[in-house]
């Protein structure tokens, strides 16, 4: 088994169990479930820093990711116990998650990801070119 990366103070690690409808035809994980993966572990990093989607709404951004990369080094398959795990990389001008997805068992790594979102003001449509300062506090870092 791998040694775990020790957690930064901006990631979440989740753990599941591949279930038998995120499965395709030659019984893995069909590439596009993948996606609903990353939801579920950056869901459990944005609960954890206290800016999950709706205290986004509240705050009047939103959040749409803008750009999506993901490569599959291994299939799950059903029944396998996976770790999923998200890390807040850059949040100065936009919201870079890195992920891993990870045979829970082995530690083999299956899936590497990144998402990029940007603020959005809600009020006005905009995108906003710098992180609102709501980020920066609930990062607990000095805004630019």
Not at 118 to 144: N, R
């Amino acid at each position: 088994m791998r040694k775990a990366k020790s957690p930064s103070r901006w990631s979440a690690e989740v753990e599941m169990q591949v279930q038998f409808f995120d499965l395709d035809p030659m019984q893995i994980v069909w590439h596009g479930n993948y996606v609903k993966y990353l939801e579920v572990a950056r869901c459990a990093l944005l609960d954890r820093i206290g800016y999950n989607y709706e205290q986004m709404k509240d705050s009047g951004y939103m959040w749409p990711i803008i750009e999506m990369n993901l490569r599959y080094a291994g299939p799950a398959t059903f029944g396998q116990r996976l770790l999923l795990r998200a890390e807040i990389v850059e949040w100065e001008n936009r919201l870079r998650i890195d992920y891993l997805i990870l045979d829970a068992d082995s530690g083999k790594r299956l899936n590497r990801a990144t998402t990029t979102q940007v603020a959005v003001d809600i009020a006005s449509g905009e995108m906003c070119f710098v992180s609102p300062p709501i980020l920066f506090e609930k990062l607990g870092v000095q805004a630019p």
